[in-house]
């Protein structure tokens, strides 16, 4: 793991994990096009953990509110989101990991993102705040999310959707879209930490991984204040574009034989 791949690896993750243009979409994309080697799993861990450092900053407040407050709605709202997520994380774990090493499906899954967000920006404004979210707005918002285990299915552009369809306020569909992702990435950390421990740690270098976390935790940081913004102003459509154009390309490419 050289130094550059580290952090060209740590600012798609960190970009792409809260911009809704899915992180392991991307990740698969520039290991197929520039020759990176598949990550390491303990790197690739480390990566998840640095973004999850980007949320602990921003949402701090919250954070500390949900310990201090564990019947609180929030969350009671972040739990109920999280179970169907696990349930369907677990139960098509392996399929999924399929799709992800075979990168067959991302042009298509980049193109149905897309129109995901492009139909969710076309909703009226919402107005549900936290207190007005039901277990129901929760469980569904929970089922999107874990369908984003597709490889180029967005999860933050999922939630955030599912929550606007709702009619959940923009700035409460964009911070329960990120608490939300809290416990995701926990999840993938804690299942690919058991798999560390069966295989071990790899070829590990120590600095390059290092370096890779805090690019990850830097851009996941600007990634999300940036996104917080975009959502209230209402331009998800913005990044329709792009995944359409991506998927386009990726597509053409695989009828080509050259993807």
Do not use: C
């Not at 060209?8 to 993750?13: E, H, R, S, W």
């Not at 949900?66 to 019947?71: E, G, L, R, T």
């Not at 492009?118 to 469980?139: M, N, Q, V």
């Amino acid at each position: 793991m050289q130094y550059l791949e580290a952090v060209i690896l740590g600012i798609i993750q960190g970009l792409t994990e809260f911009l809704p243009i899915s992180s392991s979409g991307h990740l698969v994309l520039f290991q197929k096009l520039f020759g990176l080697e598949e990550g390491n799993l303990t790197f690739d861990t480390m990566l998840h953990l640095g973004t999850l450092l980007a949320v602990f900053i921003i949402f701090w407040d919250d954070i500390v509110a949900m310990i201090k407050q564990p019947f609180s709605k929030l969350s009671i709202l972040v739990v109920a989101g999280t179970i169907p997520t696990a349930i369907i994380g677990l139960a098509l774990k392996d399929f999924f990991e399929q799709l992800f090493a075979s990168g067959r499906t991302i042009g298509v899954e980049f193109i149905i993102t897309g129109l995901i967000l492009w139909w969710a920006e076309s909703r009226p404004f919402g107005y549900k705040k936290i207190e007005d979210i039901t277990l129901l707005d929760a469980g569904l918002i929970g089922v999107l999310q874990g369908a984003a285990i597709f490889p180029a299915i967005s999860r933050s552009g999922l939630t955030i959707a599912g929550a606007l369809f709702r009619g959940i306020e923009r700035d409460t569909a964009a911070r329960y879209s990120f608490l939300l992702s809290i416990p995701s990435i926990l999840g993938a950390v804690v299942l690919q930490a058991k798999d560390i421990q069966k295989q071990g740690l790899g070829d590990v270098q120590l600095l390059p991984m290092l370096v890779g976390t805090i690019v990850s935790a830097v851009f996941g940081y600007l990634a999300i204040k940036w996104m917080l913004r975009l959502i209230a102003g209402g331009k998800l459509k913005l990044f329709s574009y792009y995944v359409w154009f991506l998927g386009l390309v990726i597509v053409v490419a695989q009828l080509l034989g050259r993807f």
